[in-house]
């Protein structure tokens, strides 16, 4: 794709502005039947998607998985008089994506923008420039007015252009903590609206009364869906000393059997990574901890597949590290990749102090029968979600998001209409005007 410039972008945010400009106007029933039709196109086109967003490694069964009411307040003043809010769009958002759920992305940005009454400018990671552009395809034939959901192409540049552009309200970003501080920086001098999802280190805490059949499906999930490329993972495995022999031997047997290899193979379970210098930066960071002391019990190596086709894909054998301590890079950095890191514990004041060590606060997960302790150590997690007795669930009806530089507002639920709209304040005298003067 050939990355667009300053001339390329102006025009998509005015065009974009053209449309919010009708777009606004409707009410939210008439929005909601465009947004409907669309959803029903993705449903019904599931499968031709899904094989086009498993081109990037992500399986094919994992892809295929993948109407807000403005709600205002009344408020009764003396004498009769009252005041009443309303939510109204904000215009032009910008939403820029990551290429791990390139679709899912756009989507969970782009329907809660516009279903509020806004337009939004989308440009997508260039590992994964296509499937934003069959969105607005989407858009397009479900009827919603030319321009409102825009797609360019590009990097950091184009990127800069779009935060900067003086007709743009909102900059919602997906992606790494060092690129979330640069939009933020550009977008503070506009004074624009900013949500940030951005990395994770997140805890799994796995106590000794857990079911244990459920704690080892839950780390799996919690390190391996989408070959560990997915910004919440649970990467930090903390497992109470008493069971940690039992979990080892469970969790290593189940993590070589995971099939490795063609995403578009049904009975794949995990694909190739995103590209050869992301590979070789997992590939560094295992490296790196076997130097700092850790034990490789499985994986860890780049995967050849049996198919001579996939003979030069980025495949990386899932890995499980024990002998870890909180100190190792392999602890403390978001690696991004099929990495599990086991350490153990063994009090809950000790590993809440642990699990909150860290910079990030995206995403948490505890294991327990005690169900006064699942909901005491949700409590004390510092983080934007806490899965208790599952991990990587996401509804979209339920809202995502991190605490500390794992970022600030939210996506899907109920709530993202906040951040895409602003309140405003109406206030009715129904008697005379008291005047000082």
């Known amino acids: 794709m050939i990355p667009c410039g300053e001339e390329e972008v102006d025009e998509a945010i005015k065009s974009a502005h053209s449309a919010y400009l009708k777009w606004s106007k409707l009410s939210g029933m008439e929005r909601a039947r465009f947004m409907l039709e669309a959803a029903r196109i993705i449903r019904v086109n599931a499968c031709n998607w899904s094989q086009k967003i498993a081109k990037n490694g992500n399986i094919y ?59 939004m400018v989308f440009k997508p990671s260039p590992m994964t420039p296509v499937t934003a552009v069959m969105l607005a395809e989407i858009y397009k034939e479900a009827g919603v007015p030319d321009g409102l959901f825009n797609v360019v192409q ?31 920086e550009m977008a503070a001098k506009g004074v624009k609206q900013v949500t940030l999802e951005l990395g994770g280190k997140s805890p799994l805490i796995i106590f000794k009364d857990c079911e244990l059949e459920n704690a080892i499906k839950g780390a ?26 039992q979990f080892l031997e469970e969790v290593v047997k189940r993590t070589k059997a995971i099939p490795v290899g063609d995403p578009m193979c049904e009975a794949t379970r995990m694909g190739a990574l995103i590209s050869k210098p992301h590979m070789e930066k997992v590939l560094g960071f295992i490296k790196q901890a076997k130097e700092q002391g850790a034990k490789v ?35 403390k950095e978001e690696i991004f990749g099929p ?99």
Not at 61 to 74: A, E, N, P
Not at 303 to 329: E, Q
């Open 61 to 119: 069964t994992s892809s295929l998985r993948m109407v807000f009411l403005y709600l205002g307040q009344h408020i009764q003043l003396p004498g009769g008089s009252f005041a009443y809010t309303r939510r109204e769009p904000l215009g032009v958002c910008v939403g820029i994506g990551a290429w791990n759920y390139p679709f899912q992305i756009a989507a969970w940005k782009s329907a809660p923008a516009m279903a509020c009454g806004n337009a």
């Open 154 to 184: 590009g990097g950091a540049e184009t990127g800069g252009l779009l935060c900067h552009h003086p007709m743009v309200a909102k900059v919602s970003f997906t992606g790494s903590v060092p690129t979330g501080k640069k939009i933020m």
């Open 220 to 245: 799996l999930m919690a390190n391996f869906l989408t070959q560990g490329e997915v910004c919440c993972n649970g990467t930090r495995v903390f497992v109470q000393r008493e069971i940690m022999p």
């Open 297 to 331: 019990l499985c994986g860890g190596e780049q995967f050849v597949p049996n198919d001579p086709k996939l003979k030069d894909g980025y495949f990386v054998s899932p890995c499980v590290l024990d002998n870890c301590r909180d100190d190792m890079t392999c602890v």
């Open 339 to 437: 990495v599990m890191s086991v350490l153990p514990f063994d009090t809950e004041e000790e590993v809440l102090q642990r699990a909150n060590n860290t910079t990030f606060g995206l995403a948490s997960g505890v294991f327990t029968r005690d169900i006064a302790r699942a909901h005491r150590v949700a409590e004390n997690l510092q983080a934007g979600t806490c899965y208790i007795n599952n991990y990587n669930v996401g509804p979209v009806e339920v809202p995502f998001g991190g605490y500390k530089m794992s970022g600030f507002g939210r996506e899907n639920g109920q709530v993202t209409i906040e951040y895409y709209s602003q309140l405003k304040t109406v206030v009715v005298e129904m008697g005379d005007v008291e005047s000082i003067f």
